[in-house]
């Protein structure tokens, strides 16, 4: 274990150096859970066409097979997906291109890659959403880039054990909300993989406990406090987040129950007795966060509720209103 009289700097680069053998161990085990699948089978090429510069037609509106808030939540998936270089910028820079670090940095980026390939190919082939704004968007987000700011390799193994799983939960929503079986099929595929990848950065958080507990329960505390998802520069980010919060694909709830509270018990946080002062006091305002998580994760859902209750007592209203203004006078 290391020592906490260590330094900062000191206790994240022993950490790289011991947790080479379970970087190692874990790339083996996710190459034999992987299954290799390739982006083209989930397209459904022949319904595809020409668009005007080749002699077709531009997106129209109502050529998109997908209601508004798919749109919205599909394309803010692809477009996270897109700053994949960033993202490989940040990992490479912290854990390192050589040995296990390097192996599995090479490897979560191609695999990684496909997403993006996968999801753009369907929505332009399927004319699901615009291709010009999509393209102009993705011209915008991947030129601002990703900057995780000054994070330690520590706390970016703790962000990402979070985050791939926040998107697997996103991605498998989305799902739901197209409507489509072909995007259902395919985002499940995407979503399979985020959660290989949340298994492989959790497992390494888990040894990096056993090994310095009180500077990985900080770490672990900074990134539920500060989390905020890679595409939160994105265009328009905050209403698409609201739109996509209201349909209940990705919501505060969600995220206290089905992201956070989850991986928090894996590495058994609240029950781990090998924490000294610092460890303690992290845990302590970890816990606190949690809480006051919990509750205003149930204050949005009840404010959601009556909104839909509200919206619902609307749409009949307008109903009875337009049958009434239907029917012959007596």
């Not at 102009?136 to 995780?148: E, F, I, K, P």
Request: aromatic content about 8%.
């Amino acid at each position: 274990m290391l020592e906490p009289a260590d330094t900062d700097a000191g206790v994240q680069a022993r950490l790289l150096h011991d947790l080479e053998p379970v970087v190692a161990e874990n790339l083996d085990r996710h190459l034999r859970t992987a299954k290799p699948w390739h982006p083209h089978d989930y397209v459904p090429w022949s319904r595809g066409r020409d668009f005007a510069f080749l002699g077709g037609e531009d997106w129209r509106p109502e050529d998109s097979p997908l209601d508004p808030v798919a749109q919205v939540s599909m394309t803010v998936n692809l477009l996270t997906e897109d700053n994949l270089p960033s993202y490989h910028r940040e990992i490479a820079t912290r854990f390192g291109r050589d040995g296990a670090w390097g192996e599995w940095v090479g490897r979560w980026t191609a695999e990684e890659g496909r997403h993006g390939i996968a999801l753009r190919d369907y929505l332009v082939v399927t004319r699901g959403v615009d291709p010009v704004e999509l393209e102009n968007l993705r011209m915008t987000h991947m030129q601002a880039g990703y900057d995780s700011g000054d994070k330690t390799a520590l706390q970016a193994v703790a962000y990402v054990s979070f985050q791939e799983l926040a998107t697997r939960v996103s991605h498998r929503n989305t799902a739901a909300a197209t409507g489509c079986p072909l995007a259902e099929q395919l985002l499940a595929r995407v979503a399979a993989d985020e959660n290989l990848h949340m298994v492989f950065y959790r497992n390494l958080v888990a040894a990096a406990l056993d090994r310095a507990p009180d500077a990985t329960m900080a770490a672990i505390r900074d990134e539920v406090v500060g989390f905020a998802m890679p595409g939160q520069g994105m265009p328009n980010f905050l209403r698409n987040s609201a739109t996509i919060a209201k349909a209940g694909i990705y919501d505060l709830r969600l995220h206290h129950d089905d992201v956070v509270a989850p991986v928090l018990r894996f590495w058994q946080v609240f029950s781990r007795t090998d924490f000294g002062p610092a460890g303690e006091q992290a845990r302590e305002e970890l816990a606190a966060f949690m809480a006051g998580l919990d509750a205003q994760a149930s204050r949005f859902v009840e404010k959601r509720e009556r909104q839909r209750e509200r919206d619902a007592d609307r749409a009949t209203g307008a109903r009875s209103a337009s049958g009434a203004a239907g029917r012959p006078a007596t």
